[in-house]
Every structure is written in C-alpha cells, then in structure tokens.
C-alpha cells in the first residue's frame, strides 16, 4: 500500500514538473516577439499622409502632394542639427527658388536643407533622372513641427507642379531616411540617385534597403489623374 501511495506522489510531482516546464516554454515563447520587435524598430519612423494608397490625385498630372512627416528618436538625434535639417525651408519652382525667407535650392537630387531624406517615384520622367532619381530637393516647405523631450520630428510638404511624373497612370511612391553612413553624427547621406543595387532592372524598396538605412519604408500605391 505504503509503495502505491509512494508510486502515485512519484507520478503527480512528475506530472507538475511537465506542467511548469511546459508552461514556462509558452511564456518564453510568446514573449520572444515583443523582444524582437523592440530591437528592430528603426531609429527614424517615416509617415506619409498624402498620397495614401489607392489615391486618385492631381489633375493633368499636377496639383497633388506629398506630404511626409519624419520622427527621430533622440537616441541617435539629440538635436535638429543632428536629424539633417540645416535651415528653414521655402522653396519652389522659378522665381521661388532659392529666395527669401527661408530660401532652398529646387531641383532633383538630395535636399540641401534635408539632405538624409530619399523620395522616389516609379513614374518618374527620364527627362529629371527617371525612377532612381531622388525627389528629395524638389520639396517646398521643410521644418520642425514638434521638439519634445524624447523626439523631434520634421515636416516635408511638396505641390508638384510640372507634369513630370506621369498623367492617367499608376504610381508608386517610396520614402525613407538614410543612415548615418559616414558616422559624422548627422543624418545627410542620402543619394542623388538610387542604383539598381542588385541588377534587376527596377528600383525599389530592395535597392532602398542595400544603402543602409535610418527608417521604414513607406511604400504607397496611387494613381495620378489626367
């Protein structure tokens, strides 16, 4: 009798162990995800506010907009400085470029006042560089929005006006911020263009990936109007 009662403690303490460890694997487990995704979130979080995806915008081609917003976490920029933006910026086309108040060259290219930033265009026109060419210095207005004690964030507006990127087709929009390639501290490495890193005949979020980024990438699907 005395064996049998032993026996039976022997099996339910055994039978508690396997719970606990099993319980404990779960717990690991389930946890595991937050961790991972914790340590792999960006520094920099890119947001698109227009266009959003499925947009029809414009009219013939001109009129619409890009509008982004771009977070740095003080982490890795304590400053304004530090996030790329080197002055105030209002600019565009003709006798608005490069003038007062807040002057800034407009032209395709990496942005002389926001110069970490790349914006690309699947339709965009041979004639300015075609689809790697980076869109960045073509914005109007750049500028702090919200300095606050765990972040600064930077706002970037662009009206196209020039029917360069195409009229009555799809379009695809790809943003994002370089890193801090060369380690000066600063986020202003961006490109003028983006190659065909891995040889495959397009540009996109993989070729935007092999420079070495700060951010996401948001990638938006449209259509501008005719």
């Known amino acids: 009798?005395?064996?049998?009662?032993?026996?039976?403690?022997?099996?339910?303490?055994?039978?508690?162990?396997?719970?606990?460890?099993?319980?404990?694997?779960?717990?690991?487990?389930?946890?595991?995800?937050?961790?991972?995704?914790?340590?792999?979130?960006?520094?920099?979080?890119?947001?698109?506010?227009?266009p959003g995806n499925g947009d029809h915008a414009g009219m013939g081609g001109i009129g619409w907009f890009i509008d982004l917003d771009l977070e740095f976490d003080k982490s890795?920029?304590?400053?304004?400085?530090?996030?790329?933006?080197?002055?105030?910026?209002?600019?565009?086309?003709?006798?608005?470029?490069?003038?007062?108040?807040?002057?800034?060259?407009?032209?395709?290219?990496?942005?002389?006042?926001?110069?970490?930033?790349?914006?690309?265009?699947?339709?965009?026109?041979?004639?300015?560089?075609?689809?790697g060419e980076n869109l960045a210095n073509l914005f109007n207005i750049t500028g702090p929005t919200n300095i606050s004690s765990s972040t600064i964030e930077i706002w970037d507006t662009w009206i196209i006006t020039a029917p360069n990127f195409g009229v009555g087709k799809n379009s695809t929009l790809l943003v994002a911020e370089v890193a801090d390639l060369n380690k000066d501290g600063i986020f202003n490495d961006a490109p003028n263009k983006v190659k065909d890193m891995n040889n495959d005949g397009k540009i996109d979020d993989k070729d935007l990936k092999a420079l070495g980024l700060a951010s996401n990438i948001v990638k938006v699907n449209f259509f501008i109007n005719k």
């Open 76 to 131: 890795v920029a304590k400053t304004v400085k530090a996030t790329g933006l080197n002055g105030f910026q209002l600019t565009g086309p003709g006798v608005h470029n490069n003038a007062q108040p807040f002057p800034g060259s407009f032209a395709p290219g990496k942005d002389d006042r926001f110069p970490g930033l790349v914006v690309l265009l699947s339709t965009t026109s041979s004639k300015i560089g075609g689809p």
């Open 1 to 50: 009798m005395q064996k049998r009662i032993l026996k039976s403690t022997v099996l339910l303490v055994a039978a508690i162990l396997v719970i606990v460890a099993v319980g404990l694997t779960i717990s690991s487990t389930s946890a595991s995800p937050s961790k991972q995704t914790a340590a792999t979130t960006p520094p920099v979080k890119v947001q698109v506010f227009a």
